[in-house]
């Protein structure tokens, strides 16, 4: 993530040069103070236009307002967002549209906050409050009375959470011994997980589609996204997505999206760009040489491995017979994260930076299909308060699963996770909790942070890095990064 750091003059831009680690205290200078008074225009002017007749598009760079200043879309199709699209009409039978959980205000996912306020506005009924994966459970519930709906979508409501329930596979080499989960969904053949809706933008620079991966493996019938195979198989992962997700959280029957319904949604989702563009400290982080905001990401190069430290072996390792094949995993960079670095798989430790996970540049997801367990649904990392990096777990369901003998019989090698990742689509123990690392643009858009929503801010999740990787940064280090990441 190196290339960032060419950002600093945007975040320079409101500030006297030495003062970003005071940002905090600043009163904004009359430039941003102008500045947000622009914004404000352009937002009454969105929702002007959208109370009286049906708003049907949105311009390209409309600014949405957010805690840390205001992010934009940039589409390459049309000059805007259209919403009569596929993607923001109802498909299935329960009302939901993909934009119930993807919404342009919020950086094409979701924010916890957003979602309460829907909650209020609509008693529970807005079509994202529905029992197949809005509740914490789908089963002894009662949502005929709001005080119910406030009960059983608590989840939803607090942490942005929907309910991802998969089943455990029939080859898995591990057995699951126990699901204890609070809500009643304590199954375990088919194991209930709670994640975040993943932002629907940026997605040309995906190495693989769904936290655990999913919909580019062969458990979904899609492909493994390969140096050789890019786009093509992000292309046709992205349609074979927009169907499951039809069928799953919007209950369709499996008609919508037809064939030219699929290929209008990757369109439309491969031409979207988002990024901050603003900053309430600040002020515009696309001028005077700043290359924030979504324009810089459209030209921004890209293929599958394009920063990580073995990406000039990546077309001889993927040759027939070469050391890659669909569905593995590369040697030693795949290991299970440990406190104070990257451990087994030859690699005792590695010594590291955010940007050697968070690899692509200017987007800091994975470069490569590189699921990693870092730890935020280990339960045993869970401490008492956020401030000493622990991770709120306490309202996730908990996962135990042992590996099996050569005989089918679980040992005493057992594992204990919140979420089992990628375990769950290959059927390996040794990948619980593998999770990949999502692209970290349009972040203020979009808390609370994590697969689990278990970091409330983006302070929380750098807390928890301090703790689990034994990093030691002083509290100005700590809001740089804090501003950093909310301008991205
Ligand atoms: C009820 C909320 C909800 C609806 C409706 C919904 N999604 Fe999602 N979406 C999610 C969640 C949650 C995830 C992450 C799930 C996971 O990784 O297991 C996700 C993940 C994705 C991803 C993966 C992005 C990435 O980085 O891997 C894409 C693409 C996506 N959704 C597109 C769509 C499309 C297209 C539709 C409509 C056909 C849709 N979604 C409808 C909640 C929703
Ligand atoms: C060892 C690899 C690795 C390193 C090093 C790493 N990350 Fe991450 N990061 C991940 C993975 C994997 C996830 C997804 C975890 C999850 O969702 O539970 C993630 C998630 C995140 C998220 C949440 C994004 C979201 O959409 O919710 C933020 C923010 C983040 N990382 C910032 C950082 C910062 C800042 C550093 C350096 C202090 C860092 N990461 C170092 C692998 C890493």
């Excluded at 693989?208 to 050789?228: C, Q, W």
């Excluded at 005792?348 to 955010?354: K, P």
Aim: aromatic letters at 8%; hydrophobic letters at 35%.
């Amino acid at each position: 993530m190196g290339t960032f750091s060419d950002r600093k003059s945007g975040f320079r831009r409101c500030l006297p040069q030495d003062s970003i680690n005071r940002y905090k205290s600043m009163r904004p200078s009359k430039r941003c103070i102008v500045s947000v008074a622009f914004l404000a225009v352009a937002m009454l002017m969105v929702v002007t236009e959208g109370s009286g007749q049906q708003f049907t598009f949105i311009p390209n760079k409309v600014p949405f307002l957010n805690p840390g200043g205001a992010s934009e879309t940039y589409s390459t199709n049309g000059g805007g967002i259209d919403l009569t699209g596929p993607f923001f009409q109802s498909m299935g039978t329960n009302g939901r549209s993909c934009a119930t959980c993807h919404q342009p205000s919020d950086a094409m996912s979701v924010s916890a906050a957003h979602i309460e306020e829907r909650f209020f506005l609509t008693r529970g009924k807005d079509p994202i409050f529905r029992t197949v994966d809005g509740s914490n459970c789908n089963h002894s519930i009662d949502v005929s009375t709001e005080e119910g709906r406030f009960a059983a979508y608590s989840l939803l409501r607090k942490r942005g959470l929907i309910r991802i329930a998969i089943a455990v596979p029939a080859n898995a080499d591990y057995r699951v011994v126990n699901v204890s989960n609070q809500y009643g969904c304590n199954e375990s053949e088919i194991i209930s997980m709670y994640r975040r809706p993943l932002p629907s933008t940026n997605l040309r620079f995906l190495s693989a589609v769904m936290f655990d991966g999913r919909e580019s493996s062969p458990a979904t019938g899609t492909t493994k996204i390969l140096y050789s195979n890019y786009p093509t198989a992000l292309l046709s992962d992205l349609a074979h997505q927009s169907v499951d997700a039809t069928t799953g959280h919007a209950q369709g029957d499996g008609t919508r999206p037809t064939p030219a319904e699929q290929q209008q949604i990757v369109n439309f989702e491969m031409g979207l760009f988002t990024a901050q563009s603003f900053g309430w400290s600040t002020g515009s982080l696309e001028s005077r040489g700043a290359t924030g905001g979504p324009m810089p990401l459209v030209t921004q190069p890209f293929f599958i491995g394009v920063n990580s430290s073995v990406n000039f072996l990546l077309p001889l390792l993927e040759q027939p017979g070469g050391l890659v094949s669909p569905g593995d995993d590369v040697a030693g960079i795949n290991d299970d994260v440990a406190a104070g670095g990257l451990v087994a798989g030859g690699i005792s430790s590695l010594q590291g930076t955010c940007g050697t996970c968070h690899d692509t540049p200017n987007v800091g997801n994975h470069s490569f299909p590189t699921p990693l367990n870092i730890g935020t649904g280990d339960p045993s990392e869970t401490a008492p308060s956020a401030s000493l990096g622990g991770l709120d777990l306490s309202y996730l369901p908990r996962i135990t699963v042992c590996k099996n003998d050569s005989s089918g019989l679980p040992t005493s090698n057992c594992k204990t996770t919140t979420d089992l990742g990628q375990a769950l689509i290959d059927g390996k123990f040794d990948h619980v909790g593998k999770i990949k690392g999502p692209i970290l643009r349009g972040l203020s858009a979009r808390a609370p942070y994590f697969h689990n929503g278990s970091a409330q801010t983006l302070l929380d999740a750098i807390r928890f890095y301090e703790k689990r990787f034994g990093l030691v940064l002083t509290p100005h280090e700590e809001s740089d990064l804090v501003a950093f990441l909310s301008s991205l």
